[in-house]
């Protein structure tokens, strides 16, 4: 114990102060943020003792933007190659549409419904949509002005890459793509006219679309249109040549009197719409939980129209026209000065352009999982995990080496008798679905939890599900008043001396392509206690067992609160004896009120407090006599930071916990998850020292001001020039190079 004691001691008299950050960097935060969004003159903290003023949040809509402006930040950052900028770009596109149907749909709904209640950060409903109004607005502006007026002329003038506009095409192209247009987009085109006949048709949720501003030439009567941009096939139709592109919107904008002969085209404008995705749900009078998300995703088809965005020189009478159509206020229109809809930039991400994108990475087969054997064959995982705990860590180390291994081994050995997986979210072609079809095709029990209600996956879910019954396999559909977000699977084997349960537990999905862009970790056990939680958690998820037992498995929303809460409180009443209470965290996002708190007492008792959390986040740090030993950093890199690593000092003997929960209310109240605390020591070193490592990081990290601002660090030396990720993804290097040397 006295070793880890002195590893703890770094992070300790880690720096807190920023240093200087290039302009480019801070000038979009300082641009938009709204200056009394959190006054500083206004904490006074003699009469914030109970720490229950909302003075003491952070918004977490704005919060969210913020970390949104880190994302784009990416793009921005010159360090970045050429193409990932585009990439960067496209899910800040992906990510604001997501918050808009999501965060300003759920808003909206709650002030049309007269909703007064205050957010913890004391704002109503209708304030906080004024609030994140103007903050959405210039995001949007800066991350369209950056494509257009940088991005385009660097991919140019850099990687040969040439997006181009139709005004600059010479006319032999221009030709070119009037014969592309007649014969495969015209075909396919539908025209739908605007009058007393033709009444205002159905727009889907995030189409592109045409509006087409229409004369007739002798009767002089004024007439709408709007023509959907089909898109199915890829939007940037690629010129004669070797990268060069236009959008498909163009092409068609120019030819499109091929659509109206004999009327004059006084304006065709590119608009887009972006639905409300948050329906009501009335789950406990469901008789049928697949049946009530089927009939919640024909809703959402109809939802709402939240946001417009059409390009700025579109004629006012088409704007207004489509607001009152679509039931808009002028504040829902975006006005864009360029291309809409970015996150079709991904298409050029993916240019094979090997020199302006990351560096491949292949993940690294662990250590124990090679075979002592000279064709370096996997080891064989039940094996392993009977040797010890096995800890991995996505994706420097290998999915399909290890937690795609532990099902596919599972389905092909015959002393295996039952397989049980919990699944959230997995990939477009699974071949974790196809092992547990194996399974079952081949008489083994398996049941499968798969989440119906995760958000934009509710279809894709229940066509997995589908596919699994057909095989034979039990499948549960989630769980009636709650989300079932936990990443579990414990396989039942037969052995020389009696039957032994396998168990998996971790932070991120059973999907072989995130796994290669999210960081997760996952511990294999086959600890009889585990195996034992696990499969209680299982009768839980599938049958009528709600009083289930666990010893060292935490569930939520039964337990994990209270054991977070539980541990924290532990943790003043060590730095009460000893002086050096310490907690250090890793999370996507933190908005637990009661967390919050319980962290704020922590810290005015003079505990050290090292979060590292990805996205948003209501907890302020920085604060004299509440927050001012805590610490909140965000990295943000080529791999999305998904794991979640809670470390508790405990006077030297650390508890530490992977868990498939943030500090979030819905994560700890709504949703099932599971925790597991991490005995064996070389594994819980390995959890401790990457917690170290991301606090200490001076080239992905960004500090939280109490003002609310994120400052990015900048590297003190040659060294801190490495960031986080690019440090694990040497360390894996060297540790497999040293197995097979």
């Not at 509710?458 to 769980?479: F, I, P, R, S």
């Not at 470390?647 to 500090?663: L, T």
Request: hydrophobic letters at 40%; aromatic letters at 8%; one cysteine or more.
């Amino acid at each position: 114990m006295e070793s880890e004691k002195n590893d703890m001691a770094p992070v300790m008299h880690v720096a807190r102060n920023a240093g200087d950050v290039p302009d480019s960097f801070t000038a979009p935060f300082q641009a938009w943020r709204i200056p009394s969004a959190y006054p500083m003159e206004d904490l006074d903290t003699g009469d914030l003792v109970d720490f229950s003023d909302s003075r003491l949040f952070f918004n977490r809509e704005l919060s969210w933007l913020d970390f949104n402006w880190r994302v784009l930040c990416q793009a921005l950052d010159e360090r970045m190659p050429l193409l990932e900028r585009a990439r960067f770009v496209a899910i800040t596109a992906s990510n604001l549409d997501e918050f808009t149907r999501k965060r300003v749909g759920g808003l909206k709904r709650q002030a049309a419904a007269g909703v007064t209640a205050l957010s913890p950060d004391g704002r109503t409903p209708t304030e906080q949509l004024a609030l994140i109004r103007d903050a959405t607005h210039l995001l949007h502006a800066r991350m369209t002005e950056f494509f257009e007026a940088e991005l385009k002329p660097l991919l140019r003038s850099v990687a040969d890459v040439h997006l181009c506009d139709y005004s600059e095409l010479v006319d032999s192209e221009k030709r070119w793509l009037k014969d592309r247009f007649l014969t495969e987009i015209f075909p396919i085109l539908t025209p739908l006219a605007v009058d007393p006949g033709h009444p205002f048709p159905f727009i889907s949720n995030q189409s592109l679309s045409l509006a087409v501003q229409l004369r007739h030439p002798v009767k002089k009567t004024e007439h709408f249109a709007r023509i959907k941009v089909p898109t199915g096939r890829g939007r940037w139709m690629q010129l004669p040549g070797e990268k060069r592109f236009i959008p498909l919107e163009q092409v068609i904008a120019a030819n499109v009197e091929e659509l109206f002969r004999g009327m004059i085209i006084d304006g065709v404008y590119v608009f887009r719409i972006t639905r409300n995705a948050d329906v009501a749900r009335h789950e406990e009078e469901a008789d049928d939980l697949v049946e009530m998300i089927s009939e919640e995703l024909r809703e959402r088809r109809f939802a709402q129209v939240v946001r417009l965005e059409i390009e700025r020189n579109a004629a006012p009478m088409v704007v207004e026209l489509l607001c009152r159509e679509l039931d808009l206020e002028q504040e829902d229109v975006y006005e864009v000065d360029g291309m809409l809809d970015l996150s079709d930039c991904t298409a050029i991400a993916n240019l094979d352009l090997a020199d302006h994108r990351f560096e491949p990475w292949e993940p690294v087969v662990p250590e124990r999982m090679i075979a002592q054997t000279d064709d370096r064959d996997l080891a064989d995982i039940f094996s392993v995990i009977r040797e010890h705990d096995l800890l991995v860590h996505h994706p420097y180390e290998s999915f399909s080496a290890t937690t795609l291994r532990l099902t596919e081994a599972a389905a092909e050995d015959p002393r295996v008798l039952a397989i049980k997986q919990t699944l959230y979210r997995t990939s477009q072609d699974s071949p974790n679905v196809r092992a547990l079809v194996r399974a079952a095709e081949a008489g083994k029990q398996v049941a499968v939890l798969v989440e119906v209600k995760a958000r934009f996956d509710e279809q894709n879910n229940m066509e997995w599900g589908q596919q699994l019954e057909a095989a034979g396999v039990h499948v549960t559909y989630g769980v009636v008043g709650l989300k079932t977000h936990c990443k579990t699977t414990v396989v039942m084997r037969q052995e020389d001396h009696g039957l032994r349960v396998y168990t998996h537990i971790g932070t991120g999905n059973y999907n072989a392509t995130t796994a290669r862009l999210y960081t997760d970790f996952g511990l294999f056990t086959c600890d009889p206690v585990v195996g034992r939680d696990v499969t209680n958690l299982f009768h839980f998820l599938t049958g009528y067992s709600p009083e289930q037992q666990y010893e060292r498995l935490i569930v939520a929303p039964r337990d994990a609160r209270r054991m977070f809460v539980d541990h924290i409180r532990n943790e003043i009443r060590q730095h009460e004896e000893t002086g050096h209470g310490l907690i250090m965290a890793k999370m996507n996002a933190m908005d637990d009120l009661e967390i919050i708190r319980e962290l704020y007492r922590a810290s005015a008792a003079g505990v050290k407090i090292e979060l590292v959390v990805r996205g948003h986040c209501r907890l302020r740090p920085g604060i004299p006599g509440v927050s001012e030993n805590i610490r909140v950093v965000s990295i943000l890199g080529r791999f999305l930071e998904h794991s979640r690593v809670f470390y508790f000092h405990n006077g030297g003997s650390p508890h530490v916990f992977i868990s498939s929960a943030d500090w979030q209310r819905r994560n700890l109240d709504d949703r099932v998850e599971a925790a597991v605390q991490v005995l064996d020591s070389e594994a819980r070193q390995r959890l401790i020292d990457v917690l170290i490592l991301a606090i200490e990081d001076h080239r992905q990290a960004w500090d939280l001001g109490s003002d609310g601002i994120y400052r990015l660090r900048t590297p003190r030396s040659d060294a801190e020039r490495r960031g986080y990720q690019e440090r694990l993804m040497q360390m894996a290097r060297l540790n497999q190079a040293t197995v097979l040397s």
